[in-house]
T-cell receptor, first 114, second 111 residues
Framework: EPEVTQTPSHQVTQMGQEVILRCVPI?????FYWYRQILGQKVEFLVS????????KSEIFDDQFSVERPDGSNFTLKIRSTKLEDSAMYFC????????????FGPGTRLLVL | DAKTTQPPSMDCAEGRAANLPCNHS???????VYWYRQIHSQGPQYIIH???NNETNEMASLIITEDRKSSTLILPHATLRDTAVYYC????????????FGAGTRLTVKP
């Protein structure tokens, strides 16, 4: 069964450093998403991406964040200058684009900012 | 999107059916009901979704009341591996919209 994959599974970085989180969505999917979950809190939406541009974004997704689909398979989330409060699980998801299509989530990247 | 209300926790005996309720009294006519679960910090896992008819797949059944103001997710024979947080999400069928996760119901399946 096709699945969303994410790398790395864990990332430790120093405050102020840039990180890039990588995702490979399900191959025939058209919509891509990033969510995050701070430890013990709810899963929060960051951004949705379609046709090589951002469709929607939340207030969390400020200028420090960017997304890119650099080739036909990868979907990346970049955090330019990490802060302590960026420590969280980051989940990538994708959906097929048919009406009411469900989103399928990857296993997540645990980011720890020191 | 309509707000949902779920009990914070439930227990279920292994092998029994787990019935997880969700209230969504302000749901609008074209909003779908989705169910996901999250097993201990893993990525949310899609279970099932529906609009107004009852739905069944290999994982679960979804029962939506006729007025659509509430629904129940049924796991017919719960196993220990079904222990997870279950989320009921009501959402318009537009692909750029996020899945809005609440606090969910923590289901504990006991031997």
């Amino acid at each position: 069964e096709p699945e969303v994959t994410q790398t790395p599974s864990h990332q430790v970085t120093q405050m102020g450093q840039e990180v890039i989180l990588r995702c490979v969505p399900i191959s025939n999917h058209l919509y891509f998403y990033w969510y995050r979950q701070i430890l013990g809190q709810k899963v929060e939406f960051l951004v949705s991406f379609y046709n090589n541009e951002i469709s929607e974004k939340s207030e969390i997704f400020d200028d420090q964040f960017s997304v890119e689909r650099p080739d036909g398979s990868n979907f990346t989330l970049k955090i330019r200058s990490t802060k302590l409060e960026d420590s969280a699980m980051y989940f990538c998801a994708s959906s097929s684009g048919t009406s009411a299509a469900s989103q399928y989530f990857g296993p997540g990247t645990r980011l720890l900012v020191l | 999107d309509a707000k949902t209300t779920q009990p914070p926790s439930m227990d279920c005996a292994e092998g029994r059916a787990a019935n997880l309720p969700c209230n969504h009294s302000t749901i609008s006519g074209n909003e779908y009901v989705y169910w996901y679960r999250q097993i201990h910090s893993q990525g949310p896992q899609y279970i099932i979704h529906g609009l107004k008819n009852n739905e069944t797949n290999e994982m679960a059944s979804l029962i939506i009341t006729e007025d659509r103001k509430s629904s129940t997710l049924i796991l017919p024979h719960a196993t220990l591996r079904d222990t997870a947080v279950y989320y009921c999400i009501v959402r318009l069928p537009y692909n750029n919209n996020d899945m809005r996760f609440g606090a969910g119901t923590r289901l504990t399946v006991k031997p």
